[in-house]
């Protein structure tokens, strides 16, 4: 997992740095099956449950799950980009969000505190700490600084399989599991700049938020140990 995270590190870095106003987002998708295949990994995402591509690619008020097409990126655009790696019969998953060219001060901060609300989770991905630390943590975070928690998607554990047990919440809903040491968890808040809920979008993937509202999604896979958490992706 730590080979797979590197590699899929190395790769959203570069599209996060690509992602310019006036290409398509189908070319985001490109550029992933081109870098994926110089350096030997696999996309999780491709084929998973269908889905039809190598990395999602959520504008504005889409949350998660944004497929790449033909839709222009354009100035100002808040993009989120989600992406999971196969590598040796593991999956690493992380996500990050950009702001292209001349972005508006409340999209930007979105953005901020989006990042700062996963680096108070990982803080709590601890041996001993009950999961409900690090939603709790990453709830706190958020509505502090004036935002809203998307309560119907949360984060997962991830390892052998793209998504497995525990579901991690990003609002606090009780204590939940003890943290064990070894344990590997894709941390992902997933904020928006209005109200919590959420639709389907009617290719039945991609999720918006309801109320129209700026959206950003931060991921990391995280492994638990007994003093600081490690990255690995």
Same mark, same amino acid.
């Given at each position: ?18 992602? =310019? ?33 190598? =990395?999602? =690619? ?176």
């Amino acid at each position: 997992m730590r080979e797979g995270g590197l590699v899929l590190r190395k790769v959203l870095d570069q599209l996060s740095a690509a992602v =310019v106003a006036g290409m398509r987002t189908r070319d985001i998708d490109d550029l992933v099956e081109q870098e994926f295949r110089k350096r030997g990994v696999v996309a999780s995402f491709k084929g998973y449950h269908g889905y039809p591509a190598s =990395v999602c =690619v959520s504008i504005n008020d889409e949350v998660v799950h944004g497929i790449p097409g033909t839709r222009v990126i354009r100035e100002g655009d808040v993009v989120s980009l989600d992406l999971g790696v196969l590598h040796r019969g593991f999956h690493t998953d992380a996500a990050v969000t950009v702001g292209v060219g001349d972005v508006a001060a409340g999209a930007k901060r979105l953005i901020e505190v989006t990042k700062a609300a996963l680096e108070e989770g990982v803080k709590f991905a601890r041996a001993g700490n009950f999961l409900g630390d690090v939603s709790a943590a990453i709830q706190r975070h958020v509505e502090a600084n004036g935002f809203a928690v998307v309560r119907e998607y949360t984060g997962h554990g991830v390892g052998r399989e793209l998504h497995e047990e525990p579901q991690i919440p990003n609002f606090c809903c009780g204590k939940g599991p003890v943290l064990r040491k070894g344990m590997t968890l894709a941390i992902e808040p997933m904020v928006t700049s209005g109200g919590w809920r959420t639709k389907l979008a009617p290719n039945r993937w991609t999720v918006l938020t309801m109320d129209g509202s700026l959206a950003a999604h931060f991921e990391h896979t995280v492994v638990v140990t007994e003093g600081e958490p490690e990255l690995f992706a």
